[in-house]
């Protein structure tokens, strides 16, 4: 389990309104989550057929005329 050392941070009533962790155990955090939620999607998607590469490469370009992908053509 991970170690978090925290700072509470009170109010003038002395309630905790927020709390304080080193950035290091922050991008932990981060680090965690993110693989966690790779893993959800990956999960979300393994009964899925792969895309042909022709399939791929319209997709791409309807994404790119939409303006919902940001790849500079050439790539």
Do not use: W
Not at 8 to 32: G, L, M, R, S, W
């Amino acid at each position: 389990m991970l170690e978090l050392h925290k700072s509470y941070v009170i109010d003038d009533n002395q309630q905790p309104i927020a709390v304080q962790i080193p950035i290091a155990e922050f991008e932990k955090i981060e680090e965690i989550l993110e693989d966690y939620g790779l893993a959800k999607l990956m999960e979300e998607v393994e009964e899925e057929k792969p895309l042909s590469k022709d399939d791929t490469i319209l997709s791409i370009t309807k994404r790119r005329k939409c303006g919902k992908l940001n790849i500079p053509k050439g790539s």
